[in-house]
Structures are given as structure tokens and as C-alpha cells.
């Protein structure tokens, strides 16, 4: 064997296994397709380009860092959000994310630790309660996403000292050989040998990580998927409770449809941006704020999370066409439109954008959700900014903007070990959000330590 382990994806998971791994001494490859944080640069942020080229790999989604690189750097530190991995290791994800967030903090990330306590936040859970509304406390450390990216780069520095990594490297396959993974092969036809290999491809690997499911027969254990849209609405609105809490984290059951509704990844003074999937062709919505830049406008997603059940086996095909519909709509592009235009069954228009309060920090779209979004959907989101309307007055103003639609491709969910390994494939192991283990930056980084220990001990 050449290596004790290949890991596939340099995101958040994969860094923290390589980390792990390389500090129990262990001889480890690192291989993401895309680029050095130094080298990402998306052609429409640059202003080369005014609409997605679909470069072949995606600098706001791959390259060192993953997704996490392009994001601001929200560091979720309550178990309860970020994904599932509590299910697999229990009450030690606490001190999982006590680790993670010690080695942010230690190449950089910012000090102080938002953390939804006292007056604001008692009152805030009780108006809430009043209209269904769960509010969830969380503890948030925010780097920011320029922040981010320096930090990213000196983890870099110093895990390159200690392992290979190989940036701008698709991983074409894994190979299994007498039905046990053996290595991987790569775009270019070579092949690289390891006692383990660690699959963390992040959303944006989710579709090629749907073939090697599907041809090595991996069962999946459940298949939620996450269709909504994001919200902007002036700072006023949030600023009571985003300088207490950063983030404000809600659940709420809709009234018509009894559907899950809950709200993510809020952006003080942030920007709507778009996310990309190269290999779906996708242009989606997401939002980020930055440490050195400030807009006047908060936003965050609302979404509606289904999990769908047999027959119907394809939640991502679904989250997809319900996408591409939105992209088709808007010239390529995302949609976005006023609540009071959604409500009154009219397409927005750019003069009514413009008389209106807020004004959008993306281009997008002035256009119609409920031509994309199913009925549901639709009802559910209305609903929920209603109740939403109880803590936070004038989220449900008619000017409140939506763009649409953001999707979470983390539907695939596999039946793993609590070590993270496939039970069905030795020497196969899984982490991050491309295995359904996780939904954000911490929980993906904590699998992957997870995933590493395990590796160690099973050598
Ligand atoms: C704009 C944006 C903002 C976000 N903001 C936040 C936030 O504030 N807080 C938070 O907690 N989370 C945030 N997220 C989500 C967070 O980034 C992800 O949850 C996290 O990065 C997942 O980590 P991961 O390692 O599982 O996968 P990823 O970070 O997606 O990394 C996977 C890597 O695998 C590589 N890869 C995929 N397939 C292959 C292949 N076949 N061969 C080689 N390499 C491959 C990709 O290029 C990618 O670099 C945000 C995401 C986006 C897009």
C-alpha cells in the first residue's frame, strides 16, 4: 500500500481526517478537484463574467476548504444544528465541536462567541411559543468569509507539511477490490493505492457520489431534502436579535400542511449569492456576510424539509428540476420577487423592486415563485414568515424579498458505522454533508475526525 489512507475532498471533512490522521502518524493523501483558496476566483465575482460559465471545478463551492471557503465562517457550536452526527457518536459530539473550534481559533478565527442568553433571548422564546414558534438557542462563533479564507490558507501551510495533497485532482472512481476499497482512480486514468479510503465529497460531489452508491449497492438510510428560499429584509427588522444572538435558529410546524419549516444560516449586514453546481448545471441561492464588507440588509433562508418515502427514490432529481424550473425562468439565473407579490398571485417587477424598502444585494430576477415552487411550498413559507412576523416585527412586510430557490443537496444519507465506515465495504469510509452526516462547517470537520479515528484503529 502507498498510503494508510486517500481521503477525497478537501472540505472541512476531509481537512480535519487529514489533520487527525497525520498527527497519529499516519501516511495520507489529500485530493480535491478543485483549487488552492489563492486560486479560486469565480469569473462573476471578478466581473469577467456577468452569468455562471460552469467552470470545471467551481471556486465558490470547490478547492481547499470546500464549501466552507466561500462561506463566512459561521461556526455553529450547539449540537442540536449543523447535521446529524450526534445520532452516531452521541454525547461526545460536544467535545468534537470543542475540538474543531479550538483548531479554528488557533489559525485565526475571531474570539468572541454569540451565545443566546439573558432578557433578549427569554422574551424572544416566549412571543415565539405564542405563535408555534421553537427558537432554539446556539452558541455562534462568526470568522467571516474574508476571515475565512486566511485561516483556510494557514491550516493549509501546515498540514501540506505533513501529508500530500493533490489540488486540481478529480477522483474518477473508488476501487474495490475482493470487495473491499483498495484506493481510488483518478480523472486522468492513475491510480493512488491505501488501506483506507475516506469519501468526503461534500453537496457538490453528491451526484458522483450517487454513482459509486449506486454501484456498489450502498443502502441509504433516509432521504430528506430542503427546498425553500432566502430572505432579505432591511437590518432593522433582525438587528434586536442578530447583535444578541448572531443567528436565530427556528422551528415551526405550518398550520395547513403540518410541514417542518425552520430558518438557516442568517447573515447580518450580509449579501445574497449565488451557489453553483457544476455537474447538475445549477444555479441556486445562498447567502454570506463579511467581516470587511457590510450591506444594509440581513438575509437568511426559510426552508421546507420533506423526507420522502418508497417507491420514490430520487430527492435530489426532485430538489433539482424544481431549480432548474426557477433557472429557466430567470434566463439561467435565481429568481427573486416581494412577499406582497407572491401573496397577491403577481410576478415582481423591477419598478416595484426599486418603490420598494428593500434593495436586493444580488442581481436577480424579478419574477414569480409560485410558477416554481409547488403550492406547498409555497403556503408553507408564507405561513411560517408569518409566525416569524411575532419575533421578529416586519419579516412579513409586503417589500420583504425572496429569491428563489435555495436547495440543500444533502439528501443522500447512508447507513454508516459510528465510526463513519460503510459496513457493507472494509476499508470504505464516509464523512461530511455529501454522506447525509452533516450540514454545516463544524459537524462536517468533527465527522471527519470521527472517521480518521476510526481509520487508526482499524489498521
Ligand atoms: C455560500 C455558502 C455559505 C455557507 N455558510 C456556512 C456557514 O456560515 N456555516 C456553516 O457551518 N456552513 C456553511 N455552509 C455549508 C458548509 O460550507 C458545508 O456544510 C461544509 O463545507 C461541508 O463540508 P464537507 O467537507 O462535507 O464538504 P465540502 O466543504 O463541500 O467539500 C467537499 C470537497 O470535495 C471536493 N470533491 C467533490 N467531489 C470530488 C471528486 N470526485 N474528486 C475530488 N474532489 C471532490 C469538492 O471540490 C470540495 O472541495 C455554507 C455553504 C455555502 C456554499
Redesign the pocket.
Known amino acids: 500500500m502507498t498510503y494508510d489512507a486517500i481521503i ?7 481537512i480535519f481526517a487529514a489533520r487527525e490522521l497525520a498527527r497519529l502518524g499516519k501516511k495520507v493523501l489529500i ?4 483549487k488552492l483558496v489563492s486560486e479560486r476566483r469565480c469569473p462573476i465575482q471578478s466581473g469577467a463574467a456577468s452569468s455562471c460559465v460552469y467552470c470545471p ?1 467551481c471556486a ?9 471557503a ?7 457550536l450547539t449540537t442540536g444544528f ?1 447535521g446529524n452526527l450526534e445520532e452516531y457518536v452521541g454525547d461526545s459530539l460536544l467535545q468534537l465541536i470543542e475540538e474543531v473550534d479550538e483548531a479554528f481559533v488557533y489559525f485565526g478565527a475571531d474570539a468572541r462567541v454569540y451565545e443566546a442568553k439573558g432578557s433578549v433571548a427569554r422574551e424572544t422564546r416566549r412571543l415565539g411559543a405564542q405563535a408555534g414558534l421553537r427558537v432554539l438557542p446556539a452558541r455562534i462563533r462568526h470568522i467571516g468569509t474574508d476571515a475565512s479564507r486566511q485561516v483556510l490558507e494557514r491550516m493549509y501551510d501546515a498540514l501540506a507539511l505533513r501529508c500530500e495533497v493533490r489540488m486540481n ?4 472512481d473508488v476501487i474495490v477490490e475482493d470487495g473491499a476499497a483498495a484506493g481510488v482512480r483518478f480523472g486522468d486514468g492513475t491510480e493512488a493505492r491505501a488501506r483506507a479510503v475516506l469519501v ?6 453528491a451526484s ?1 457520489l450517487e454513482k459509486i452508491i449506486g454501484r456498489l449497492k450502498l443502502p441509504i438510510a433516509s432521504m430528506p431534502v430542503d427546498i425553500g428560499v432566502r430572505v432579505e429584509v432591511p437590518d432593522s427588522v433582525c438587528e434586536v436579535l442578530t447583535r444578541e444572538f448572531y443567528e436565530v435558529k427556528c422551528l415551526y410546524n405550518t398550520p395547513t400542511f403540518d410541514d417542518r419549516c425552520r430558518t438557516f ?1 442568517m447573515n447580518p449586514s450580509g449579501f445574497v ?1 449565488y ?1 453553483y453546481n457544476n455537474s447538475r448545471r445549477l444555479a441556486t441561492v ?3 456576510s463579511l467581516k470587511t464588507k457590510k450591506s444594509e440588509n440581513t438575509n437568511f433562508a426559510v426552508l421546507v424539509s420533506k423526507t420522502f418515502t418508497q417507491p420514490f427514490n430520487d430527492p435530489i432529481g426532485y430538489a433539482t428540476h424544481i431549480a432548474k424550473l426557477a433557472n429557466m425562468l430567470a434566463g439561467g439565473g435565481i429568481l427573486v420577487q416581494r412577499l406582497a407579490d407572491l401573496r397577491d398571485g403577481r410576478r415582481s417587477t423591477t419598478s416595484r423592486i426599486d418603490r420598494g424598502m428593500v434593495k436586493p444585494t444580488a442581481s436577480a430576477q424579478p419574477g414569480d415563485l409560485s410558477l416554481v415552487l409547488p403550492h406547498r411550498y409555497v403556503t408553507d413559507i408564507v405561513e411560517f414568515l408569518d409566525a416569524l412576523g411575532s419575533i421578529m416585527p416586519g419579516v412579513n412586510h409586503g417589500d420583504t424579498l425572496l429569491y428563489g430557490v435555495e436547495i440543500k443537496l444533502y439528501s443522500l444519507r447512508l447507513e454508516l458505522t459510528s465510526g463513519m465506515s460503510v459496513p457493507s465495504v472494509p476499508r470504505l469510509w464516509m ?4 454522506a447525509g452526516v ?5 459537524q ?1 470537520a468533527a465527522s ?1 475526525i470521527v472517521a480518521a479515528r476510526s481509520i487508526a484503529d482499524a489498521a
Do not use: F, M, Y
Open positions: 477525497v475532498g478537501a472540505g472541512p471533512a476531509g485530493a480535491d478537484k478543485g471545478s465558490i463551492v470547490s478547492g481547499w476548504g470546500g464549501a466552507g466561500a462561506s463566512d465562517g459561521k461556526l455553529t449543523g485532482s478529480p477522483v474518477e468526503a465529497p461534500g453537496r457538490e460531489g458522483w444560516c449569492v451557489e445562498n447567502g454570506h464523512a461530511g454533508d455529501g452533516s450540514r454545516g462547517i463544524v462536517a471527519g
